[in-house]
């Protein structure tokens, strides 16, 4: 690979960014260019697509939720089950109410619904989730399960619900932790197991709301544990030691508990793969290690108008030098964008030899003052040949993508999966 060589002398210079989120590519004199045609099938659990239309279609919400019941035992009739020999009742008795219903909320609007459970954090009931259940949220409901079971519609409109507070987020690893204040206290938190003692083919068993279908009980098996795993949505990267299983789990069941046969958790459910049966869980170590955590602080994202009015002017602002974690570069001289046209400067072309081609352009995505994004084109024909991509955000680059016949299209990616400056697998688009 004839950038092999070149790609790992710059990994400890020049940070990169999302492309997903972030197309550089069309930086350089408006030129737009198509992204990677690189898909990843793993999708999340939360159940996007059943907010949108459980408020167009209220009226036929619960004719809805029965056809698509019918449709998931219809789909999996001819899937094998376990068989128990008592166990899985007890443990359903056990635990089924310390599962709860959440409701993302943006501008007062259901934009999302998931899963999660409560446990128990220096003597208080917290709730446990994924990020991306609540990721984009104004505001957070939780429901406990009522008394009598009831539809999806139902508990939304007619059953109470309590607020909920983020206590803290790892996006990384698609984790969050919920405060919920005056949760009953007769809820029973779970019970931790450990993730060295899973073993492919041991029983296991998820809870959550699975297309809308409240308090769902579901067995299968573990297929596989995989460490340190890697996987994509639309516009984040995670990575963590996860559970394979082929439990039925579907959207909604995002954030919700895995348990063992000993009623021990050992996962949270929280994203499927293209292809029958394969759901994977986040395993039990990295959600203790989440716990323990020292909290982040939040941040409120400013709207637009007081971004600039706190940034002032950029156009006549007087240029700094931007600072990555790594130590700081001169864009004294480097030509001005406004990626994202909301009156702040979040992009800089360099010309190192003054001959009027931009051959370095630097990105700050999330305008935060750090240079993230580095994007090169070496040989200056206006086409970026590398892009290096830092996907969990932490300064070192762990993806790139090569344009091999500078065509602006990507035909490579390489990573580095331990990020210590070789990359580990080289695969073509």
């Known amino acids: ?35 990677a045609a690189y898909d990843i099938n793993d999708t999340n659990l939360v159940d996007i697509e059943n907010a949108e239309n459980l408020f167009k279609h209220n009226k036929n919400t619960k004719k809805a939720l029965t056809e698509k019941q019918k449709d998931i035992i219809k789909n999996n009739k001819n899937r094998s089950q376990p068989k128990y020999k008592g166990g899985a009742e007890e443990l359903y008795d056990q635990y089924i109410n310390s599962v709860v219903f959440i409701g993302n909320l943006k501008n007062n609007r259901l934009i999302g619904m998931g899963s999660g459970f409560v446990i128990k954090d220096k003597g208080k009931l917290k709730i446990i989730t994924n990020w991306h259940v609540i990721d984009g949220a104004d505001s957070l409901k939780v429901w406990l399960k009522p008394e009598v079971m009831v539809d999806e519609n139902y508990l939304i409109n007619e059953v109470d619900s309590y607020s909920a507070k983020i206590i803290n987020t790892n996006e990384t690893k698609d984790l969050a932790i919920l405060k919920v204040e005056n949760l009953p206290l007769k809820l029973k938190p779970v019970n931790y197991g450990k993730f060295r ?8 068993f998820a809870m959550g709301h699975p297309e809308g279908l409240l308090w769902t009980f579901s067995p299968g098996y573990v297929n596989q544990v995989r460490p340190n795993y890697k996987w994509r949505y639309k516009s984040s990267s995670h990575k963590a030691n996860v559970i394979q299983t082929d439990a039925n789990i579907n959207p909604g069941n995002s954030g919700g508990p895995l348990f063992d046969k000993n009623k021990k958790l050992i996962g949270v459910n929280t994203f499927i793969a293209e292809g029958e049966g394969l759901n994977f869980a986040i395993a039990i170590d990295d959600v203790i290690e989440f716990i323990n955590e020292k909290p982040k602080p939040i941040k409120k994202k400013k709207s637009k108008y007081i971004q600039k009015k706190d940034k002032g002017n950029t156009w006549i602002k007087k240029k700094e030098k931007k600072k990555s974690e790594k130590g700081s570069i001169d864009l004294s001289d480097a030509r001005e964008v406004d990626m994202n046209k909301n009156g702040t400067i979040d992009a800089w072309l360099v010309d190192e030899n003054d001959n009027g081609i931009y051959e370095i352009a630097y990105g700050d995505e999330n305008e935060d003052g750090i240079i993230e994004i580095v994007a090169i084109d070496k040989n200056e024909d206006n086409n970026f040949e590398v892009i290096l991509i830092d996907t969990n955000k932490n300064g070192n680059a762990d993806e790139a993508e090569i344009d091999e016949d500078e065509d602006g299209k990507t035909d490579v990616i390489a990573y580095d999966y331990n990020e210590d400056g070789e990359w580990d697998k080289f695969e073509n688009v």
Do not use: C, E, H, W
Not at 2 to 31: M, P, T
């Open 1 to 35: 690979m004839k950038y092999r060589l070149y790609l790992v002398s710059l990994i400890y210079i020049f940070f990169a960014f999302s492309a997903q989120a972030f197309d550089i590519r069309s930086i350089n004199n408006n030129k737009i260019i198509s992204k």
């Open 197 to 204: 003692s899973v073993r492919p083919g041991q029983t296991v």
